[in-house]
């Protein structure tokens, strides 16, 4: 990298290659950007912080380099000094692709021999079925969203009995389990079961109305075998006073759980999941490589990281599929990104309508300028496993999810689908969390600044000079301590949320 990345500059060059610079500060027109000691330019124009600027003259039609790759053509001749963005920019993406298996053998081999290289350790809860978690929360798992204000009511009444190592009485609560058809369905009981399932749970109380399509007994065969001192059911409508035997149900669960005690477990049971949301121009520079550092880490840890976001793999998908084990691995991935498209056309939607208006106010300019960015969470080691929607990982190593890029459908995807935390980078803030800890790291220092009651952790200083090895050992420290029972922001706020991916018809 060329610029300011080790503090010497207001612009960030990403690669050799690259036509375009990013703006580290907001750039005045008239502005002199010193590219090295023969070479400046002026800017042409005012161009925002996280925007990118041309260094060289691009012709219309002409393909915008960044990272290295092409993230869309200009549509209009551009001098250097100019400021690139949508008004000149159009993405190169459309339809689906046929794409060829050509990884780099030696190098995946190279990768795979160095997992379970290093070794960490944390403080967890480990559960009957060997699984561990780092909380050990008492969860309300509605079956359908009837009872929603029921569950919501429960846990905060339940609050009252939190003792010994119990940190506290959560409902989920959703707006499904009926009047869905198909496969619309089977996920919605798929996802429930999985957050029953779930180690950060020390016990769950599966909350039904009794008429629901997905009620307590069609839902028991996802569960499967449970502790019924853990895990136990409530029809309301079988009930005479629901809110009394909800709590005392509760209270039985809290009894049981709250013995649960912390104990050392090595770093190889941690299995992380891979977010990103509300990004900016510097994302791609920052965050999301620094959490690519904190992936590679754990996986050498002999652990395992997940990345979704399907939609926002698209103009950057081919690096993953190169990076796949095997060629049926490859070919999984394939079938992933062109199913994504294939559900998009079939909804009547265009497949690349991505980034989102935060997005592009941040700097990110097509939706290969975003994958660039977003795709650098998944860090360097090979893909191991590709996940179906609702499908809990097996496999060791970095995998694939099948999830949207909605913040809170695919943040609930990666905790049903295993993950007990997980790293959510931001360039614009946000408060939310999911059924599990949802560590915020700012890519920027300015919403670092402003939100600091939303953000854990401060990427931006990378801008500032600090090293992305410092700052990995620091993060990955962070994490250590989290998994140990430290809380995150969103945790000290109380913040607990989730939802399920909606896909098919409303009866």
Same mark, same amino acid.
């Given at each position: ?301 002999? %652990? @395992?990281?997940?990345?979704?976001? /399907? #939609?926002? !793999?698209?103009? *950057? ?8 084990? =095997? ?101 614009? %803030? @946000?408060?939310?969390?999911?059924? /599990? #800890?949802? !560590?915020?790291? *700012? ?8 939100? =600091? ?55």
């Amino acid at each position: 990298m060329q610029g300011k990345g080790r503090g010497m500059s207001n612009f960030l060059k990403i690669h050799p290659q690259d036509n375009v610079v990013v703006c580290l500060e907001p750039m005045a027109k008239g502005q002199t950007l010193n590219l090295s000691d023969n070479e400046s330019i002026v800017i042409a124009q005012d161009v925002p912080a996280g925007h990118k600027v041309a260094i060289k003259d691009i012709k219309n039609g002409e393909n915008i380099i960044k990272y290295g790759y092409a993230i869309g053509h200009s549509t209009e001749d551009i001098t250097k000094g100019m400021w690139v963005h949508t008004h000149d920019v159009k993405t190169n993406l459309e339809g689906i692709l046929d794409y060829k298996y050509e990884p780099d053998k030696d190098y995946l081999e190279k990768r795979k021999s160095m997992v379970g290289s290093k070794k960490a350790s944390f403080k967890g809860f480990v559960r009957a079925n060997g699984k561990v978690g780092i909380r050990n929360e008492v969860w309300i798992i509605p079956t359908v969203g009837c009872v929603n204000n029921i569950a919501t009511k429960l846990a905060e009444k339940a609050g009252a009995y939190v003792k010994g190592s119990v940190d506290e009485v959560v409902a989920f609560t959703h707006n499904y389990g009926c009047s869905q058809t198909g496969d619309d369905q089977e996920h919605t009981r798929t996802i429930l079961s999985d957050l029953i399932n779930h180690p950060n749970a020390g016990g769950v109380l599966v909350l039904g109305l009794g008429c629901e399509n997905s009620n307590i007994d069609v839902l028991k065969p996802y569960i499967g075998e449970v502790d019924d001192k853990r895990v136990k059911f409530l029809v309301c409508q079988q009930s005479d006073d629901e809110m009394q035997d909800g709590l005392n149900l509760l209270k039985e669960i809290i009894e049981e759980a709250s013995s649960d005690v912390r104990e050392e477990v090595d770093a190889s049971k941690l299995i992380i999941g891979l977010k990103c949301g509300g990004s900016d121009g510097f994302s791609g520079i920052t965050a999301n490589p620094l959490v690519g550092r904190i992936s590679d880490r754990i996986i050498e840890c002999g %652990g @395992t990281s997940i990345l979704t976001e /399907v #939609p926002e !793999m698209f103009g *950057a998908e081919t690096i993953l599929m190169n990076r796949c084990v =095997s060629e049926e691995k490859f070919n999984d991935t394939v079938n992933m990104i062109n199913g994504f498209k294939d559900y998009f056309t079939k909804q009547g939607e265009p497949i690349y309508e991505n980034p989102s208006p935060g997005n592009k106010a941040g700097g990110i300019t097509t939706l290969e300028d975003k994958s660039l960015g977003c795709t650098q969470k998944s860090g360097d080691f090979p893909v191991m496993n590709v996940l179906e929607y609702g499908e809990r990982t097996d496999v060791t190593g970095l995998n694939l999810l099948c999830a949207p890029g909605n913040d809170l459908c695919a943040a609930t995807a990666l905790a049903s689908s295993g993950a007990q935390i997980v790293l959510f980078t931001t360039g614009r %803030g @946000t408060p939310f969390a999911c059924p /599990v #800890p949802t !560590m915020k790291i *700012a890519s920027n220092n300015t919403i670092a600044d402003k939100k =600091s009651n939303w953000i854990d952790f401060r990427a931006g200083q990378i801008l500032e000079g600090r090293s992305f090895e410092e700052l990995t050992d620091e993060l990955f420290e962070k994490i250590l301590r989290t998994a140990s029972g430290e809380k995150l922001k969103s945790e000290e706020a109380g913040f607990h949320d989730m939802a399920i991916w909606k896909r098919g018809v409303t009866l």
